[in-house]
């Protein structure tokens, strides 16, 4: 049912688009149920807070008429409804124009700002995670940051939406940050300069030529088909011994996305199902299509900043047992918003349901937990300098001094040229301790595993 009310699956954190015609049906059907019942029915008099109203009108006229400062009618109803949305949870909101319209742009993998995740809390901006090469990665911003200015002005008292909008700009523009971080005594402070933000949900590499890396940083409508096709390049390659699927960072996105996702590991099972108080909110995600990859290990990467979609992902590889998951606990956000227009130009973004991993795990709060804990920390190559009888002063010669000579330049010829040829991802593995640990698992299991040959007829 709900899928028949979907205007298009555009949302970060797994929003859910409906379409006006339908909304503005179903609440005049209300409406008119409530007038023809209001006299004859308790029940219905008792859902409708009278007194209530009353009360808000009298507060409403008092501010109209005694504020020190004159506010217009429609700021007055704007920040009620405001407030209103804003108490029940951090993701139910009331969107105006801009605020639809910003909605809409971080979907779609192109804008314009610092590039960062962000949610509230205790009244100022967490940052959920940066987006991978953007400016606020580059500068060091990390998940967890709790955002305590910008440009000078405090957060606190500022709604999510005006904060975002400040940290928006024209490309090229500066911004100053004040940052508090977990184990620092004393503020951070970034400048950072605003550009356009282009996201690219799909990065693959191969890791020593038998390890697939794919790096998702968000869902995107597109994300699920871009990764096939990464799949399906690597599918006749029986040099590949196995997978990571790097989630890590990722805040999630496009619900369907990480349907296909997951549908693309499994042949079948529930992928994941959503509750509510609505009907229309219960709904069950199966898997549809022949998995690409049935014999192929996983190892999924997650930590704190793996969020929504991410998790979905994780939560139903891992009860399919159909992945290794690695990493630290992921972000805990188990719900979905529901986009509701009430008018041309305005929206309300409600929170109607919450997710559940196929084994009816609720993700809200608590996150998917690793199969195998790594904290991250920096791998760093040993910089020992070892010495040979050739270094030493006053070492024999070899009587074949000339051969050996040339044997030993060819040596150095060959090694500058295996230095040359050597892959950015060996420099990578080194740097992200998370990583090496995923891929010196996967070794693990290829070494365990049975070799495949390229050609039953290859003669020895």
Do not use: C
């Not at 501010?63 to 429609?74: A, K, P, T």
């Not at 950072?192 to 990065?203: D, Q, T």
């Not at 108080?277 to 219960?282: H, L, T």
């Not at 420099?427 to 995923?438: G, H, P, V, W």
């Amino acid at each position: 049912m709900l899928r028949k009310h979907l205007l298009r699956p555009l949302i970060a954190s797994a929003v859910i688009f409906m379409p006006l015609s339908g909304i503005a049906e179903e609440t005049a059907v209300d409406i008119t149920e409530d007038q023809s019942a209001i006299e004859s029915s308790p029940q219905i008099q008792q859902e409708l807070p009278l007194q209530d109203l009353r009360t808000f009108t009298e507060i409403f006229e008092r501010i109209r008429s005694s504020y020190v400062e004159e506010v217009d009618d429609q700021t007055l109803f704007n920040n009620a409804i405001k407030g209103m949305l804003n108490s029940l949870d951090p993701h139910s909101a009331y969107l105006q124009e801009d605020d639809f319209s910003d909605l809409q742009e971080n979907t779609s993998g192109k804008f314009g700002g610092l590039g960062i995740e962000v949610g509230m809390e205790n009244g100022l901006v967490r940052v959920i995670t940066p987006i991978d090469d953007t400016p606020a990665q580059r500068a060091g911003i990390r998940a967890g940051d709790l955002i305590v200015s910008l440009d000078g002005e405090p957060v606190m008292g500022l709604s999510l939406s005006d904060a975002v909008e400040l940290m928006r700009g024209e490309p090229g523009t500066p911004i100053s940050l004040e940052v508090r971080r977990k184990g620092e005594a004393e503020l951070l402070s970034f400048t950072i300069e605003r550009a356009e933000i282009k996201v690219a949900s799909v990065r693959t590499e191969m890791l020593d030529g038998e390890i697939g890396y794919v790096r998702l940083t968000q869902f995107q409508e597109n994300t699920g088909s871009e990764l096939q096709e990464a799949l399906r390049a690597w599918q006749n390659d029986t040099d590949l011994n196995g997978v990571i699927l790097d989630m890590r960072n990722n805040p999630g996105g496009v619900l369907q996305a990480a349907v296909v996702v997951v549908d693309t590991f499994i042949s079948e099972g529930l992928i994941v199902y959503t509750e509510g108080r609505s009907p229309m909110s219960d709904v069950r995600y199966e898997a549809r299509s022949d998995t690409l990859m049935p014999d192929i290990p996983i190892v999924v990467l997650i930590n704190g900043g793996s969020a929504s979609a991410s998790e979905i992902v994780a939560g139903a590889l891992q009860d399919h047992s159909r992945a290794v998951i690695v990493g630290t606990q992921s972000f805990g956000k188990g719900s979905v918003q529901t986009v509701l227009p009430v008018s041309e130009t305005a929206a309300v973004k409600l929170t109607t349901a919450r997710y559940f991993t196929p084994d009816g795990r609720s993700i809200q709060a608590q996150g998917i937990v690793p199969d195998i804990v790594v904290e991250q920390s920096e791998v760093t190559p040993s910089e020992q300098q070892y010495y040979k009888e050739s270094d030493l002063p006053g070492h024999l010669e070899n009587p074949d001094s000339k051969a050996a000579s040339e044997s030993n330049v060819e040596s150095k010829n060959n090694a500058k040229n295996d230095a040359k040829n050597e892959n950015k991802s060996d420099d990578l593995i080194r740097r992200d301790f998370q990583l090496y640990e995923a891929h010196t698992l996967l070794r693990g299991v290829t070494i365990l595993s049975p070799k495949k040959t390229k050609s039953s007829t290859t003669a020895e």
